[in-house]
T-cell receptor, first 123, second 114 residues
């Protein structure tokens, strides 16, 4: 249980275009989703936190108009990189926390389950 | 106050040996300490986690040791295998904080030689 998927797994786009990345919790209700970016050989950097049905909370230094986050349902959050530029090329990873839809596993506070990541390359 | 310091940055261990990675934190409000394993090109996977009410937690070959007074916790990998070669991240969060945000260490690249 507690599986998170991301789509696409990789994307290459031209500078100036927008790219949407989807994050889905497959077997639990994700009350909170997190978006991270990770540069090669570095740690994860939290970009924003979103709760279902409300606006995302962005970390300091992250442009909310450039990285649009939507958490419209308990199983889906999207990150749209608008007017992407080469410096936006990175590995984007989502994570989710919440409560299981299937019985047998009690929810654990703080636990975050990560997606497999999306490699974005902007030419 | 939010920093988690992780060491070493890289670690090379022979097959069958013990791998030890250490983390130290500053924020005494942290009450959840997970370790994540990440393979190249993949998202992090939760390996094992501990809360401050216990000093040690063991799951298979993986053990977390926790020292609340020293504000330190460590990951021990017993009988290390080449398949354990990955980057390991420690993290910490505060149940009373906003949305349980995780603060990550900078990671340790573990290489287990056959």
């Amino acid at each position: 249980g507690a599986v998170v998927s991301q789509h696409p797994s990789w994307v290459i786009c031209k500078s100036g275009t927008s790219v949407k990345i989807e994050c889905r919790s497959l077997d639990f209700q994700a009350t909170t989703m997190f978006w991270y970016r990770q540069f090669p050989k570095q740690s994860l950097m939290l970009m924003a936190t979103s709760n279902e049905g409300s606006k995302a909370t962005y970390e300091q230094g992250v442009e909310k108009d450039k990285f649009l986050i939507n958490h419209a349902s308990l199983t889906l959050s999207t990150l749209t990189v608008t007017s992407a530029h080469p410096e936006d090329s990175s590995f984007y990873i989502c994570s989710a926390s919440g409560f299981p839809q299937l019985s047998g596993r009690a929810p654990t506070h703080n636990e975050q389950f990560f997606g497999p990541g999306t490699r974005l390359t902007v030419l | 106050q939010q920093q988690v310091k992780q060491s070493p940055q890289s670690l090379i261990v022979q097959k069958g040996g013990i791998s030890i990675i250490n983390c130290a934190y500053e924020n005494t409000a942290f009450d959840y300490f997970p370790w994540y394993q990440q393979f190249p090109g993949k998202g992090p996977a939760l390996l094992i986690a501990i809360r401050p009410d216990v000093s040690e937690k063991k799951e298979g070959r993986f053990t977390i040791s926790f020292n609340k007074s020293a504000k330190q916790f460590s990951l021990h990998i017993m009988d290390s295998q080449p398949g354990d070669s990955a980057t390991y991240f420690c993290a910490a969060s505060n149940s009373g904080g906003s949305n349980y945000k995780l603060t990550f260490g900078k990671g340790t690249l573990l290489t287990v030689n056959p």
